[in-house]
């Protein structure tokens, strides 16, 4: 599922459909952005930013469990925070065996993480 859609799916489980870019969400939640092409890399082009598109989707998850109207809207916008979550660390993990970086490495991104 590319970003753009799970962003859709975010929308829609908070009972929206998807307004018309930059408008205000009509329950009065969270406004929508750009729309994005499919697959395309966050402004830049590389696809560098793509882990903050990702903590960017985390973001508004938490945002929109936050403001969630009831338990169950609640809760599925934690198990997709969750999925999220899972997927970062994946892709985390996915690089530092790429890049061959050890337990030290992992230690000192820790310490070095805003708290």
Do not use: C, E, T
């Amino acid at each position: 599922m590319n970003p753009q859609m799970l962003l859709q799916a975010i929308r829609a489980h908070l009972g929206g459909g998807a307004p018309a870019p930059g408008a205000p969400a009509p329950d009065g939640g969270l406004p929508v952005g750009p729309p994005m092409a499919q697959n395309s890399p966050p402004s830049g082009g590389s696809g560098g930013n793509f882990s903050q598109l990702v903590q960017q989707m985390i973001d508004i998850g938490v945002q929109a469990m936050k403001s969630a109207p009831d338990a169950v809207d609640a809760s599925g916008m934690a198990k997709i925070v969750s999925s999220l979550h899972q997927f970062q660390a994946q892709v985390q993990q996915d690089n530092d065996a790429a890049m061959g970086a050890g337990p030290a490495v992992r230690a000192m991104r820790r310490n070095a993480a805003p708290q």
